[in-house]
């Protein structure tokens, strides 16, 4: 019995050792887990209204009150379902702080730290690797970002702010366009009428890379009338193609689309759109 029970354990060892399936992982040590920073968290990103606190400790976090009562307050609650929703497609809404929530959230933060690091915002000695903290350096940095961009400096570096940050690069204090500038509506009755025109095309297939995919597929939405959760992505040629003013989920698309486009975006779009 107990030479059995040896030559079982050896065979699971060798499979362990051969594929890794079988192999226990440790669990990932959280960075993100005190409710004190969690708080911080939200506030930095933008699910949570900041209070702040007249005497900050800027050795550790951004000058919003320290508060490390359990994550059970409706606001705190809200907050968190708010940060669950954009990322619904990885975690479940509802409001509790679990490992996988806290796990995205880290991502969330070194996501940003990376992007404000290549635009110039920070150093890795100021905001080291992997230290998914919203402290002084992250807050000083997105104070700068904002600055740059002419965006209120509150430190506060919202999903719109953020996907500013994953373009290429930034324009300095860029000037939104009078609104005749560009007018979707417009732009699409002038593709159709000159929808091989190779300025157009390139135009539009650049929107489409730099625009994030939950605004693609809430675009993509709008337009079939839909609510899918991961739906196919609309080409914009196509929709500027078979744009329908009378049709009520081409207006909702088109104007939404409209609403996502920053000014560095737009600014890039109108170059190439009306390049000769």
């Given at each position: 019995?107990?030479?059995?029970?040896?030559?079982?354990?050896?065979?699971?060892?060798?499979?362990?050792?051969?594929?890794?399936?079988?192999?226990?992982?440790?669990?990932?040590?959280?960075?993100?887990?005190?409710?004190?920073?969690?708080?911080?968290?939200?506030?930095?990103?933008?699910?949570?209204?900041?209070?702040?606190?007249?005497?900050?400790?800027?050795?550790?976090?951004?000058?919003?009150?320290?508060?490390?009562?359990?994550?059970?307050?409706?606001?705190?609650?809200e907050a968190i379902k708010?940060?669950?929703?954009?990322?619904?497609?990885?975690?479940?809404?509802?409001?509790?702080?679990?490992?996988?929530?806290?796990?995205?959230?880290?991502?969330?933060?070194?996501?940003?730290?990376?992007?404000?690091?290549?635009?110039?915002?920070?150093?890795?000695?100021?905001?080291?690797?992997?230290?998914?903290?919203?402290?002084?350096?992250?807050?000083?940095?997105?104070?700068?970002f904002q600055k740059s961009?002419?965006?209120?400096?509150?430190?506060?570096?919202?999903?719109?702010?953020?996907?500013?940050?994953?373009?290429?690069?930034?324009?300095?204090?860029?000037?939104?366009?009078?609104?005749?500038?560009?007018?979707?509506?417009?732009?699409?009755?002038?593709?159709?009428?000159?929808?091989?025109?190779?300025?157009?095309?390139?135009?539009?297939?650049?929107?489409?890379?730099?625009?994030?995919?939950?605004?693609?597929?809430?675009?993509?939405?709008?337009?079939?009338?839909?609510?899918?959760?991961?739906?196919?992505?609309?080409?914009?040629?196509?929709?500027?193609t078979y744009y329908d003013?009378?049709?009520?989920?081409?207006?909702?698309?088109?104007?939404?689309?409209?609403?996502?486009?920053?000014?560095?975006?737009?600014?890039?779009?109108?170059?190439?759109?009306?390049?000769?």
């Amino acid at each position: 019995m107990l030479d059995l029970f040896i030559s079982t354990y050896l065979i699971f060892v060798k499979q362990d050792t051969l594929n890794g399936s079988l192999i226990a992982k440790e669990p990932k040590s959280m960075a993100v887990s005190s409710p004190e920073v969690i708080r911080h968290v939200l506030i930095g990103l933008g699910y949570l209204t900041p209070e702040i606190d007249p005497k900050p400790d800027l050795t550790k976090f951004a000058p919003w009150k320290r508060n490390n009562n359990s994550l059970t307050d409706d606001p705190t609650e809200e907050a968190i379902k708010k940060f669950q929703k954009q990322y619904s497609q990885k975690l479940v809404v509802n409001g509790n702080a679990d490992s996988e929530t806290r796990t995205v959230m880290e991502d969330t933060v070194i996501g940003l730290q990376n992007r404000l690091k290549f635009h110039g915002f920070a150093t890795n000695a100021e905001i080291p690797p992997n230290k998914p903290f919203y402290g002084p350096a992250t807050y000083i940095a997105v104070k700068k970002f904002q600055k740059s961009q002419g965006l209120t400096e509150n430190g506060i570096a919202t999903i719109e702010q953020r996907q500013i940050l994953q373009q290429a690069s930034l324009t300095d204090k860029p000037q939104t366009p009078p609104q005749s500038q560009l007018k979707l509506r417009d732009l699409c009755l002038q593709f159709q009428k000159n929808p091989q025109n190779p300025s157009y095309i390139a135009a539009l297939n650049n929107l489409q890379q730099n625009l994030p995919k939950d605004v693609l597929h809430k675009v993509t939405n709008k337009w079939r009338g839909t609510n899918d959760q991961n739906p196919e992505i609309v080409k914009l040629t196509n929709l500027f193609t078979y744009y329908d003013d009378n049709n009520a989920n081409h207006r909702d698309a088109l104007n939404h689309l409209q609403s996502q486009i920053t000014p560095a975006i737009s600014q890039a779009f109108l170059s190439l759109w009306n390049k000769k």
